[in-house]
């Protein structure tokens, strides 16, 4: 069984940090790219950002680039997401996702359960 578990959300001041983790279990962790999602309430899903295997490239949704930043240690099977320059804009579920690489494009075919992220003041 895939299990994908988030952690690291919590209430924050705007203009403050926060670091999430995505603790993988039950495959191979160095073997997918992964993703974060998020949904604010009442939002639709938005995608925030994938970082690849290997080299571990990076790319980002235009409203967190240069704020958010995704990481991933494959020798702990836990992939990251620093968000620092937090807005209220920002609060949402944040979900981390496996991505599988078909013929028809990315998939996100695993997701944990998400870690809520509030921003106030």
């Known amino acids: 069984e895939v299990q994908l578990v988030e952690s690291g959300g919590g209430l924050v001041q705007p203009g403050g940090s926060l670091r999430l983790s995505c603790a993988v279990s039950t495959f191979t962790f160095s073997n997918y790219a992964m993703s974060w999602v998020r949904q604010a309430p009442g939002k639709g899903l938005e995608w925030l950002s994938f970082i690849n295997t290997g080299s571990a490239s990076e790319t980002y949704a235009d409203s967190v680039k240069g704020r958010f930043t995704i990481s991933r240690d494959d020798a702990k099977n836990t992939l990251y997401l620093q968000m620092n320059s937090l807005k209220p804009e920002d609060t949402a579920r944040y979900y981390c996702?496996?991505?599988?690489?078909?013929?028809?494009?990315?998939?996100?075919?695993?997701w944990g359960k998400g870690t809520l992220v509030t921003v106030s003041s």
């Open positions: 996702a496996r991505v599988m690489t078909l013929t028809s494009g990315h998939h996100m075919d695993y």
